[in-house]
């Protein structure tokens, strides 16, 4: 297989973070992303949707530049994960009309957008992995709005029993997620949620779960990384009091056969898959195409994350390569 000629791979990513927000992004993740991109002689930058620009006048022979400089998709990989965060809604739309846009023009995108989409939602993610083996976590989809407190969503709420867990359908971090212990409870959020229309979904709510994030890199089971949840907000995470440890041992083959079953329903180089146990039962909770790599947990765990990341990165070269060897 021929190499790849990619010299620069670049996050499209919605910059609405204050000051305080884009310094601890830049040392708990892109500085080190640049930093291992660099080792492989790639350049890793960030940009907003609106840094790019197209000129289709002659549509045969578009021209694409990145903030004045000219890109091709020979040289450039985009990274086209979809950010709904509450202060990235207003870039939403920009987003997917890029994406899209940039697959029209040849550019290479590991994380293609009509999968990215799926990801992003709750709700679709559920529906697309309908098969799985371990199988994804039972799910109730709410529109919010000036007529949600009229309870017409409750015949969706028959199947699940109280207390049940409520969190935005496509944000991310943990951000918005609240126990609702009865009707009342979740009216409130309802209301809440519907001064900005996010919608919101449902699941059963479990006491101290146990989740394990296994990331993959070209279908393979590359590292995996377990603990505890202390509360219910965001992933297995120290800055909440959460323990977490790497774990080497060798996964259940439920779970190894739900991993393949992912990767055959959403074909890109790298992910995670998020699984939570209550103990007895197990549920496939998340899968991202952007899921951190932990760093800072310590020395040893550090070395797998950045060998891990380089991976990724080698994988998309490997991905873009293929690319250009199918199109000549």
Not at 233 to 251: D, P, S
Not at 302 to 327: I, P, Q, S
């Amino acid at each position: 297989m021929p190499e790849s000629t990619v010299r620069r791979v670049c996050w499209i990513y919605p910059e609405r973070a204050s000051a305080h927000q884009r310094a601890y992004e830049d040392r708990a993740v892109w500085d080190t992303l640049r930093s291992l991109a660099k080792n492989l002689s790639l350049e890793l930058s960030l940009h907003k949707p609106e840094d790019v620009s197209v000129d289709a006048t002659d549509p045969a022979r578009p021209k694409v530049y990145l903030k004045g400089e000219r890109v091709t998709p020979e040289d450039t990989v985009f990274v086209t994960m979809l950010w709904s965060l509450p202060h990235q809604t207003q870039d939403v739309a920009n987003q997917l009309f890029l994406y899209t846009v940039l697959e029209r023009l040849g550019f290479y995108l590991p994380m293609p957008p009509r999968l990215s989409y799926i990801v992003a939602d709750k709700m679709a993610t559920v529906l697309h992995l309908a098969g799985s083996p371990i199988p994804p976590m039972p799910t109730v989809k709410i529109g919010t709005g000036r007529d949600a407190m009229t309870g017409h969503y409750d015949p969706a709420l028959d199947a699940l029993d109280f207390p049940v867990l409520v969190k935005p359908a496509n944000w991310a971090m943990g951000l918005g997620v609240s126990v609702v212990h009865n009707v009342h409870d979740l009216r409130g959020v309802i209301g809440l949620a519907g001064g900005s229309e996010t919608a919101l979904v449902a699941q059963p709510y479990i006491a101290n779960p146990r989740e394990t994030r296994v990331y993959v890199v070209e279908g393979q089971v590359r590292a995996v990384l377990s603990g505890w949840k202390e509360g219910y907000c965001g992933m297995v995470n120290r800055t909440i009091g959460a323990k977490r440890q790497w774990a080497y041992a060798e996964l259940p083959e439920r779970m190894l056969s739900t991993i393949a079953y992912v990767a055959e329903r959403l074909p890109t180089p790298y992910f995670t898959v998020d699984f939570i146990s209550d103990g007895e039962r197990e549920w496939l909770s998340e899968v991202e195409f952007d899921g951190g790599a932990a760093f800072g947990l310590d020395e040893e765990s550090d070395r797998v994350a950045a060998e891990m990341v380089e991976d990724r990165f080698r994988a998309y070269l490997a991905g873009h390569a293929a690319r250009t060897a199918a199109a000549s």
